[in-house]
């Protein structure tokens, strides 16, 4: 079936450091792949998503590419700040239902 | 402004008591997912449901009910045979759950239940 596996944390940075989350999948046919964000006491919001081999989804100074050769999905931030502090989660959707990794804390100090 | 609504943010209950989770959405999605989600833990499926009148269970369904009388309401019974019923539960729904994609969730802003 269908799995993610992300890196454990919990990841404690000084800001403006340079921020990488690992993400690997398993997974039949071709998954879309997503990054969710989770601030705490909230609900996840999507961050991010790539649908196809090679795509990168970008959105507010984080990145992540869709590597099939690797089956990987890491999430990369060049320069972050306190406020990027939350719980992190990678996924995807296919042919069966979501999966999601367990979250990687991130704790970014100023 | 179209979302996810989840009702109360926090739900107290003594033990041995049923409860119910409110969850809306008016996103026209035709799926609707209720999560479990505990201190530094990931999320853990609990019922989907792909289409009204129809769900599933997830991974920790057991002493839980679900109930999809509607497209847009998938309220959550917690009822007293859930042995250890304390956690943040979070609702999502997407446009379908399966299939060629890309199918994002979208979650509410969940409900912290504390059983005494």
């Known amino acids: 079936g269908n799995s993610v596996t992300q890196m454990e944390g919990p990841v404690t940075l000084s800001e403006e450091a340079f921020l990488t989350i690992n993400c690997t999948y398993t997974?039949?046919?071709?998954?879309?792949l997503f990054w969710y964000v989770q601030y705490p006491g909230e609900g996840l919001q999507l961050l991010l998503k790539?649908?196809?081999?090679?795509d990168k989804g970008s959105n507010k100074g984080f990145e992540a590419t869709y590597r099939k050769e690797t089956t990987s999905f890491h999430l990369e931030k060049g320069s972050v700040q306190v406020s990027d502090s939350a719980v992190y989660f990678c996924?995807?959707?296919?042919?069966?239902?979501?999966?999601f990794g367990a979250g990687t804390t991130v704790t970014v100090r100023a | 402004d179209g979302g996810i609504t989840q009702s109360p943010k926090y739900l107290f209950r003594k033990e041995g008591q049923n409860v119910t989770l409110s969850c809306e959405q008016n996103?026209?999605?035709?799926?609707m997912y209720w999560y479990r989600q505990d201190p530094g833990q990931g999320l853990r499926l609990i019922y989907y449901?792909?289409?009204?009148?129809?769900?599933q269970k997830g991974d920790i369904a057991e002493g839980y009910s679900v109930s999809r009388e509607k497209k847009e309401s998938f309220p959550l019974t917690v009822t007293s045979a859930q042995k250890n019923p304390t956690a943040f539960y979070l609702c999502?729904?997407?446009?379908?759950?399966?299939?060629?994609?890309?199918?994002?969730?979208?979650f509410g802003p969940g409900t912290r239940l504390t059983v005494t």
């Open positions: 997974a039949t046919g071709y998954p879309s």
């Open positions: 449901s792909q289409i009204v009148n129809d769900f």
């Open positions: 996103l026209n999605h035709d799926a």
């Open positions: 996924a995807l959707s296919g042919v069966s239902i979501s999966s």
């Open positions: 999502a729904s997407s446009i379908t759950s399966m299939g060629q994609g890309p199918y994002e969730q979208y």
């Open positions: 790539a649908t196809k081999a090679d």
